[in-house]
């Protein structure tokens, strides 16, 4: 297939290290693997270490994208879950060190226990992009494969999730605390207000210790969705639950 990519030279197979400690930095020959968890489309975590992957870019957690109608949809979460069914098809992932980036994330090219590269299978899907500024082109010809099958967020229009992220810089603060073990679509920013909407019709969002909230459910399909802020969520017009 052509997701099954060779590893760059640079990110050489190396011994497996059982502690993980983002803030000292190692030598690009270690490899992380083992059973992981996913943060959103573009990251996850193994053994408490978050671990992005190279040369790619997928929608955030909160970014909404247009179908081919030109309705709107969770395509942040879609690649999320996406890619959560792709990893649990074939376990543990193994990922070689490329780099630390600032926010004490392990950047590397990550690989399924079958051998398929997960960042070649996300973009070829229509799941993320190609991101030249750190990918060397290597995942072009994936890109144009899915955007010839209109793939993806390749059906209707989006924003690169780099200029996406770029407009909203003071509202998506990404962080490395360790994630909850489980899939939760939360994200590396933590976008966990639940945006309802009520029998009524009105708009509310509740905040994580809230009374409702454990049992608030978001339905995309009513118009309902995740904020990664109250500021977000006001600029919707939701308005915050008084429980």
């Not at 690009?28 to 053994?47: F, L, Y």
């Not at 950047?107 to 960042?119: I, L, P, T």
């Amino acid at each position: 297939m052509i997701y099954q990519v060779m590893e760059q030279s640079s990110a050489k197979v190396g011994s497996l290290f059982d502690s993980l400690d983002s803030s000292a930095p190692r030598p690009a020959t270690e490899t992380i693997k083992g059973r992981a968890s996913v943060i959103d489309g573009d990251t996850i975590e193994i053994a408490g270490q978050r671990v992005r992957f190279n040369g790619i870019d997928a929608p955030e957690s909160a970014q909404y994208c247009q179908d081919a109608k030109g309705l709107e949809y969770a395509c942040g979460r879609k690649a999320a879950s996406a890619l959560d069914k792709f990893l649990a098809a074939s376990r543990p992932v193994r990922c070689s060190f490329v780099e630390w980036d600032q926010y004490g994330r392990f950047v590397g090219n990550c690989f399924r226990a079958d051998g398929k590269s997960v960042a070649g299978w996300l973009v070829e899907s229509g799941h993320a992009l190609d991101w030249p500024r750190y990918s060397n082109g290597i995942y072009a010809q994936h890109q144009t494969a899915a955007k010839r099958a209109r793939l993806g967020i390749w059906q209707g229009q989006f924003q690169e999730p780099w200029d996406w992220r770029a407009n909203r810089a003071d509202e998506i603060v990404p962080t490395t605390v360790a994630p909850s073990p489980s899939f939760t679509l939360l994200g590396s920013s933590s976008c966990d207000i639940k945006g309802n909407v009520s029998s009524k019709g009105e708009r509310i969002y509740h905040l994580p210790g809230q009374k409702f909230y454990r049992q608030t459910k978001i339905s995309e399909n009513k118009g309902e969705r995740w904020f990664c802020s109250e500021a977000e969520a006001r600029q919707a017009g939701w308005r915050k639950s008084q429980r």
